[in-house]
């Protein structure tokens, strides 16, 4: 694709995003470009439109991509992590979303001190059974005091083409984080993501809402 092309899609869905934001949100959002399959070229693109923050999923990947860490972007790692693949990327991420265990939560500690961290949650029986069950939260979250990492928020996902659900899931997900006094929550997608904000939402997950379609 011409490259010039390319950055002209991504800066229309960017701001188009950014419309929504402003029209549904009752606080401040993060938008954070998901760059899983994705290239580096279409991340200068998203640079190029703005984008700060930019999420990755797998540490294979964002290690084959050899993130430029000098610049001012803000890497978030958001999918799911083995403790043991922490030191690979603990370089090159500043937040990290989907923490679910002491072990992960103290490897992450070890490699990188005060480092950002989201809990990742399981809001119970709406097909959502990944993260810590939140009647399990308030000790989680009391084991984590006075450890170097700085506990911003929760996060969760929803259920893919069922917003009832969905809106449970993320209305749940901000009371939950309301109640334990965390500013953010990362919850909303592509396929959800106006859902999240009138849910309050902080940090949208966007891939192909501003990319495009993945290769297959």
């Known amino acids: 694709?011409?490259?010039?092309?390319?950055?002209?899609?991504?800066?229309e869905r960017v701001g188009a995003i950014e419309s929504l934001i402003h029209q549904k949100a009752d606080r401040e959002v993060e938008?954070?470009?998901?760059?899983?399959?994705?290239t580096i070229k279409e991340i200068e693109a998203a640079k190029r439109a703005?984008?700060?923050?930019?999420?990755?999923?797998?540490?294979?990947?964002?290690?084959?991509?050899?993130?430029?860490?000098?610049?001012?972007?803000?890497?978030?790692?958001?999918?799911?992590?083995?403790?043991?693949k922490v030191r690979q990327i603990c370089?090159?991420?500043?937040?990290?979303?989907?923490?679910t265990s002491m072990k992960l939560a103290k490897e992450i500690e070890k490699r990188s001190e005060f480092s950002d961290v989201l809990l990742q949650v399981n809001i119970g029986n709406h097909g959502n059974n990944l993260g810590i069950d939140q009647s399990d939260l308030p000790v989680f979250l009391e084991?984590?005091?006075?450890?170097?990492?700085?506990v911003r928020g929760l996060m969760t996902m929803g259920v893919a083409g069922d917003p009832e659900s969905t809106r449970k899931i993320f209305t749940s997900l901000r009371r939950l984080a309301d109640i334990h006094e965390l500013p953010d929550c990362?919850?909303?997608?592509?396929?959800?993501l106006e859902i999240a904000l009138e849910c309050g939402t902080?940090?949208?997950r966007i891939g192909t809402a501003i990319f495009g379609n993945r290769s297959a």
Not at 32 to 37: E, H, L, R, Y
Not at 186 to 192: F, Q
């Open 1 to 11: 694709m011409n490259p010039s092309f390319l950055s002209q899609q991504i800066a």
């Open 143 to 150: 084991q984590l005091q006075g450890m170097k990492i700085n």
């Open 186 to 192: 990362s919850m909303g997608m592509s396929g959800d």
């Open 31 to 38: 938008l954070i470009a998901v760059t899983k399959g994705f």
């Open 91 to 99: 370089h090159m991420v500043q937040v990290w979303h989907s923490v």
């Open 202 to 204: 902080t940090m949208l």
């Open 50 to 84: 703005g984008i700060v923050n930019f999420g990755e999923n797998y540490a294979q990947e964002m290690k084959v991509k050899n993130l430029d860490t000098e610049d001012e972007c803000i890497w978030h790692f958001i999918g799911q992590l083995q403790s043991n």
